[in-house]
């Protein structure tokens, strides 16, 4: 693992994103490695020469002069990097941020796959309407291990509970779903009483890693390999109709709300979760060839 400190003006990034006014990412890089991470775009914008997972630049920048200016803003933690990858509990850099907008009056929206963020439960609970979401696209830890090296799946749902029960908004980020191995509805059972939100998206393959998944799906997956050819080299999208068909019967049957990007928080805490079928890859990729997620 490469690590290395760098310098920038500001962790915070106007942000395209659906979810968020800015985007927030303490760390260039993750340790994680997931084998699917469309983050890894952001080579383009390092001197890296290693591969994706295999280098981390901590980032420090100017301490916050005027936090309030963020009050009412949505800042989205971790849409390149996992702000509570192992190196955070070393560096902290999350955590200075929180101390840094502490009484801003920020939402803050924290995405990660580890259980160090309930080290900050403390600091998160000063924020309004914060929420924690937490990647969950299997149940089986076996796939999962296949896919990344971030804290087992049993430690994100425990997790996911402990701060739902603190009365900290969750949100379960079922992503990316990979057809016929993600169950999305078993995810949603498992999750339902301990979350706000359930954010479904696809699996999108694209650049480097796309011959990375296609040859792990054929190697131990050979079963779905045409269905996987269909989608992402013929380019079907009937997969994902019939499994929003599939999803939308389930919610209404379950009594769930299922909407199509709307992000908006006006459940009550203890209401049943809403289901938000989410797809903002496209929106990604328009800010990457733009250079406008550079300091991302």
Same mark, same amino acid.
Request: hydrophobic fraction near 35%; charged fraction near 30%; include cysteine.
């Given at each position: ?6 310098? /920038? ?22 340790? =994680? ?8 775009? !952001? ?8 591969? &994706? ?7 420090? &920048? ?12 949505? #800042? ?17 850099? /999350? ?30 609970? /000063? ?32 997790? !996911? ?15 990316? *779903? ?15 009483? =301990?979350?706000?939100?359930? &954010? ?13 998944? !296609? ?9 779905? #390999?045409? #269905?996987?050819?269909? *989608? ?7 997969? &994902? ?11 209404? /049957? ?10 908006? !928080? ?14 903002? =890859?496209?929106? *990604? ?7 406008? *997620?550079?300091?991302?």
């Amino acid at each position: 693992m490469i690590i290395q400190e760098i310098e /920038t003006k500001s962790v915070l990034t106007k942000s395209n994103l659906p979810v968020s006014d800015y985007s927030v990412n303490p760390y260039v890089g993750c340790e =994680h490695a997931c084998k699917y991470c469309y983050a890894c775009f !952001m080579k383009r914008f390092t001197n890296h020469a290693e591969a &994706w997972g295999d280098f981390v630049d901590v980032k420090y &920048w100017n301490a916050l002069k005027k936090p309030e200016k963020y009050a009412g803003k949505e #800042l989205f933690i971790g849409s390149v990097t996992d702000p509570y990858q192992p190196l955070e509990e070393q560096y902290g850099r /999350t955590r200075t941020l929180l101390q840094e907008l502490q009484g801003s009056g920020a939402k803050l929206s924290i995405q990660t796959k580890s259980d160090l963020v309930l080290r900050d439960i403390d600091l998160i609970k /000063t924020f309004p309407d914060a929420r924690v979401g937490f990647s969950i696209n299997t149940l089986d830890e076996g796939f999962k291990n296949d896919m990344d090296t971030a804290v087992s799946i049993k430690r994100r749902l425990s997790a !996911m509970e402990k701060l739902h029960s603190e009365g900290i908004r969750t949100t379960c980020f079922i992503s990316p *779903i990979f057809p016929g191995i993600t169950d999305v509805k078993e995810i949603i059972d498992r999750v339902k009483k =301990h979350c706000n939100l359930v &954010w479904i998206e696809n699996l999108n393959l694209r650049g480097s890693y796309k011959s990375v998944i !296609m040859d792990f799906i054929k190697e131990k997956h050979a079963d779905l #390999l045409p #269905l996987y050819e269909d *989608i992402y080299i013929r380019g079907s999208r009937l997969y &994902w109709r019939n499994l929003d068909d599939q999803i939308r019967s389930y919610a209404k /049957t379950n009594g769930l709300k299922y909407v199509r990007d709307d992000d908006s !928080m006006k459940n009550p805490f203890d209401a049943p979760p809403v289901v938000v079928n989410f797809f903002y =890859h496209e929106e *990604i990729k328009k800010s990457a060839k733009k250079g406008k *997620i550079q300091n991302a």
